[in-house]
T-cell receptor, first 115, second 112 residues
Framework: DPKIIQKPKYLVAVTGSEKILICEQY?????MYWYRQSAKKPLEFMFSYSYQKLMDNQTASSRFQPQSSKKNHLDLQITALKPDDSATYFCASSQEPGHRNSDYTFGSGTRLLVI | GDSVTQTEGQVALSEEDFLTIHCNYSASGYPALFWYVQYPGEGPQFLFRASRDKEKGSSRGFEATYDKGTTSFHLRKASVQESDSAVYYCALGEPNTGKLTFGDGTVLTVKP
């Protein structure tokens, strides 16, 4: 059974539109993350959350907004979509943020294409 | 900021060959170091981690030793198999926020 569920698996969006990427983890972890993977930057950190609080934000644009309604949920809202946003977005989680012995588990990703 | 450098972008080997993928890091603190493997259409999978100097991490025949002196964490495997073909990422973990900084990845292709 998948321990991190990302929905949808594939997403095609029109330039200027808004989309929400869903992530749920069933590992009992307290920290969740978003990463982006594209041809330009293989695996790029975006956000980290711990106990539903933002720990780190490395995303330059405010168009990307994480949303955490429950401890095991961390959705990603993207507004005013641009073709450059086309990438695979991975959700990940770990027991605690930054703990030296934490393992990070990744979901299978949402592949976003903006046309 | 922190960074990870993987020297090899692509490695092509035959089965039973010895594998080395070089990883060097630059960090202001004392990070944990990781190796991840990614197969087509999937997310990165944790391979192993090392948290302190001289610690060896290992899994599935792969191993790497944390070397603070040379700031390295090179991945090695004595005898690769075709099923090892994948992309391998070295990463360092930021102690406070849990951020992982990845290298650019190494595409390993193993021919039977």
């Amino acid at each position: 059974d998948p321990k991190i569920i990302q929905k949808p698996k594939y997403l095609v969006a029109v330039t200027g539109s808004e989309k929400i990427l869903i992530c749920e983890q069933y590992l009992g972890h307290n920290a969740m993350y978003w990463y982006r993977q594209s041809a330009k930057k293989p695996l790029e950190f975006m956000f980290s959350y711990s106990y539903q609080k933002l720990m780190d934000n490395q995303t330059a644009s405010s168009r990307f907004q994480p949303q955490s309604s429950k401890k095991n949920h961390l959705d990603l809202q993207i507004t005013a979509l641009k073709p450059d946003d086309s990438a695979t977005y991975f959700c990940a989680s770990s027991q605690e943020p930054g703990h030296r012995n934490s393992d990070y588990t990744f979901g299978s990703g949402t592949r976003l294409l903006v046309i | 900021g922190d960074s990870v450098t993987q020297t090899e972008g692509q490695v092509a080997l035959s089965e039973e060959d010895f594998l080395t993928i070089h990883c060097n890091y630059s960090a202001s603190g004392y990070p944990a170091l990781f190796w991840y493997v990614q197969y087509p259409g999937e997310g990165p999978q944790f391979l192993f981690r090392a948290s302190r100097d001289k610690e060896k991490g290992s899994s599935r025949g792969f191993e790497a030793t944390y070397d603070k002196g040379t700031t390295s964490f090179h991945l090695r495997k004595a005898s690769v198999q075709e099923s090892d073909s994948a992309v391998y990422y070295c990463a360092l973990g930021e102690p406070n926020t849990g951020k992982l900084t990845f290298g650019d990845g190494t595409v390993l292709t193993v021919k039977p």
